[in-house]
């Protein structure tokens, strides 16, 4: 059994500080490409993983793979199917620590494959408590099941009291708020860069421990451009006032946070993008992938965004995909 998994765009986490009860929330994107494609079958006792040679992906990626794929396998066998081997086969991999998600679609996949393999049909957000993932973020999470563009509720404070990334936080998967299509004929523009800052591990936590909590004013702004700017805009199928909601958000909160942890260059990149008519550039989750959308009137930004970033990164091409997960 084989299974593809989407990626994702992490927008902005909402409410980092929690004067109202509640932490974290966010909105993001289901990507269609990048994507991840992982196959199970099961064996001995021993969890196995081998990579085809159009898996891609440098050393160090494909080590990160086999370390998240086995641990969320072996969590997953010993609930769904114990005294079961499986041997894993990646067929597909993308840039891990880029901004894309790539952590928590691989354990949900491997999860996923050995789940089903045994006769369970669980929801991801099942999943993601029993591997450890969303804790903080649920755009991945719900990504995984529903596809479209996602916003989460985040945690009550008296789940979780502290601020953390998803990849150390023991919290429950935050709960969806709402789920909405995104746009067939809006394209996403993907500026993954071979330079700037990728924070994971200690760093990743360290950042949070050192900014968090942010100013209340913040999170009321982030709040209102949020859902009653760029979720409005996007509902009424307006590129261009979506794309300025995005850039705002870009300014405020814990995006400007993630924005000053970044070399000059990304700033740089950020501008230039938005000079050569891009509607709107964000940055992904802590980066250093840059993203914006366009339309058929502004497809030209693909080809600026390739110039502008040359030798010095990978551009892709990509949409919105509103639908989860598939096996195959």
Not at 87 to 94: R, S
Not at 142 to 151: E, P, V
Not at 230 to 246: K, Q, R, S, T, V
């Amino acid at each position: 059994m084989k299974i593809q998994t989407p990626s994702r765009l992490h927008i902005t986490l909402i409410d980092l500080n929690g004067s109202y009860g509640r932490i974290d929330g966010g909105i993001g994107l289901t990507l269609a490409d990048p994507h991840f494609i992982l196959e199970a079958v099961p064996a001995d006792k021993e969890i196995t993983i081998e990579f085809t040679e159009t898996a891609a992906g440098s050393p160090a990626e494909r080590s990160a793979c086999r370390s998240k794929v086995t641990a969320a396998a072996e969590k997953a066998a010993a609930r769904y199917a114990p005294g079961t081997g499986y041997h894993f086969t990646v067929h597909q991999l993308y840039p891990a620590h880029s901004g894309l998600g790539s952590g928590t679609q691989m354990s949900l996949a491997a999860a996923k494959l050995i789940a089903e393999l045994s006769g369970h049909h669980p929801a991801s957000t099942e999943l993601a408590e029993l591997v450890g993932r969303g804790g903080t973020s649920g755009i991945g999470v719900h990504a995984f099941d529903l596809g479209g563009f996602i916003a989460d509720g985040g945690h009550s404070k008296k789940e979780k009291s502290s601020f953390m990334p998803s990849s150390v936080s023991t919290a429950k998967p935050a709960c969806l708020l709402g789920r909405y299509p995104f746009p067939e004929d809006w394209g996403v523009l993907l500026a993954v860069p071979a330079f700037g800052n990728r924070y994971n591990g200690a760093a990743e936590t360290n950042i949070f421990q050192t900014h968090c909590p942010v100013p209340k004013t913040d999170v009321e702004q982030v709040s209102h451009l949020v859902f009653m700017n760029l979720i409005p805009f996007l509902i009424e199928h307006d590129i261009e006032a979506f794309g300025h909601a995005l850039d705002q958000i870009q300014a405020v909160g814990f995006n400007k946070i993630e924005m000053t942890l970044q070399p000059p260059e990304l700033t740089d990149l950020m501008h230039n993008m938005r000079d050569a008519g891009a509607y709107g550039v964000g940055l992904s989750s802590f980066g250093p992938t840059l993203f914006t959308v366009y339309d058929r009137a502004n497809r030209d930004i693909v080809d600026a965004t390739k110039e502008l970033l040359g030798e010095n990164g990978r551009v892709i091409a990509t949409r919105g995909q509103n639908h989860g997960a598939e096996l195959f």
